[in-house]
């Protein structure tokens, strides 16, 4: 490196040094000297080289802390971090803050400035910045933004696509970026997720809230709805209703939901249903723990393999119970973002596994990414014709760039099937 060039911040060594070594090979300080201190030998004194800095290692607190901690540590290619140590002290410059603040923006949908973060550049300060931008998003979105959010305008036949587990509507905008066509995006969300309200319970009653949200703004149809993730079988639900009350659903579209064990149970073993006991279905993050940010991409709770103390069972009985009453009161009690968006996305695992599935009659696309094992068979069973279209992405990719052009596509390609049927085309 020419130092009169350029001159590297450690995170840039580290994260150079990440693509040629083995982590464990990877120094956890780096110190930049403007040369190497030398004996009368000419080698390298090491005795005269300074020690780096010591550190204090505060563990995190909250899941936001949590979240975040995750994304120093790719950005700054470190092994651990203290919640409250300076971000520019651990090696990071303005690039690396510019990236990081940009996963902070695409994996919870606000916006910080770099400014806003060297005020106070520790991973405390950054989750008041979060939660702060968030409570700031919801205000500018304006008193009607409940559960149902114009992300897209236009003179066609609307689209009306729910969101996943935990996720907030905003979350469907790389998808609705990449949509062609001239036709207005309405996306809906779990009610009480970002202003006070009781959370629905059941995939019915969330459902009943969809038609109540579409057929305001469309009374009549026809009705074109989907949903990703969990947000598919809520769709699906809905489809079902409407279709039972005699309203034309011309498409629905469901990316990627995901079987649960017991819902898988009660498909195959034909459990008797009322009639118009609609489609309730299931999706549930089977996730990669990734911790990506909305809840419907990160986490799960499978118990760790092996015995544990007893302070361990304690606090995972405890973290158990607090958790389900955190469910039970869902949406009445607002909490740090990325706590209350992993109650909505608990909660809404609890649903799918109440759920009852009746079949939709209809015809049904599923859009299927490339992690997704379930028998196709077990989704004839709830959908009259079933279209699969796979595209490639796991489940969390393929709504993210570049891989949601795919899933673009696939949507496109079932709207396409209608232009031009109301007059107004796509």
Not at 242 to 259: M, Q, S, T, Y
Not at 402 to 410: K, N, S
Request: proline share 6%.
């Amino acid at each position: 490196v020419d130092p009169d060039k350029w001159s590297p911040s450690p995170s840039e060594i580290r994260q150079a040094l990440s693509a040629s070594l083995a982590p464990w090979m990877i120094p956890r300080d780096v110190v930049v000297l403007a040369e190497l201190p030398r004996n009368e030998r000419g080698k390298v004194d090491r005795g005269a080289l300074p020690r780096p800095p010591a550190r204090v290692i505060e563990p995190m607190r909250g899941l936001t802390e949590a979240n975040l901690e995750i994304l120093w540590l790719d950005v700054l290619a470190l092994d651990e971090v203290g919640r409250a140590e300076d971000f520019i002290s651990l090696g990071g410059d303005s690039l690396a803050a510019a990236a990081l603040l940009k996963q902070v923006s695409e994996r919870w949908f606000v916006d910080i400035s770099t400014a806003e973060f060297a005020r106070e550049p520790t991973i405390v300060g950054l989750g008041r910045l979060l939660d702060n931008a968030s409570r700031r998003r919801v205000r500018s979105e304006g008193a009607g933004a409940g559960t149902i959010t114009l992300l897209r305008g236009g003179t066609g036949v609307p689209l009306f696509l729910v969101s996943g587990a935990g996720a907030p509507a905003v979350s469907l905008l790389p998808l609705v970026r990449e949509l062609s066509g001239d036709y207005p995006v309405y996306g809906l969300q779990s009610h009480g997720l970002e202003r006070k309200g009781r959370a629905d319970h059941t995939i019915r009653a969330a459902a009943r809230r969809v038609i109540a949200d579409i057929t305001e703004v469309a009374p009549h149809g026809p009705f074109r709805v989907g949903g990703y993730s969990f947000g598919g079988f809520v769709a699906l639900e809905a489809a079902a209703t409407l279709a039972g009350n005699g309203h034309d659903c011309e498409a629905v579209i469901l990316i990627d939901p995901l079987f649960e064990p017991e819902l898988v149970a009660r498909i195959r073993s034909g459990a008797p249903r009322r009639r118009f006991s609609i489609a309730r279905r299931s999706t549930v993050v089977r996730s990669t723990p990734d911790r990506s940010a909305a809840p419907d991409r990160f986490g799960d709770d499978t118990e760790p393999a092996g015995p544990r103390t007893l302070s361990e069972r304690l606090t995972a009985r405890w973290s158990k119970l607090l958790m389900g009453f955190l469910v039970t009161t869902a949406g009445l009690i607002r909490l740090p973002t990325v706590t209350h968006w992993s109650v909505f996305w608990d909660l809404s695992r609890r649903m799918i596994r109440r759920h009852r599935p009746a079949a939709y009659r209809g015809s049904a696309v599923l859009v299927a990414s490339s992690s997704n094992t379930d028998d196709q068979a077990d989704w004839e069973k709830l959908v009259g014709t079933l279209d699969v279209v796979r595209v490639t992405g796991d489940h969390h990719a393929m709504m993210r760039t570049p891989r949601v052009t795919e899933v673009a596509a696939a949507v496109n390609a079932v709207l396409e099937q209608f232009s031009g049927s109301d007059g107004r085309g796509r």
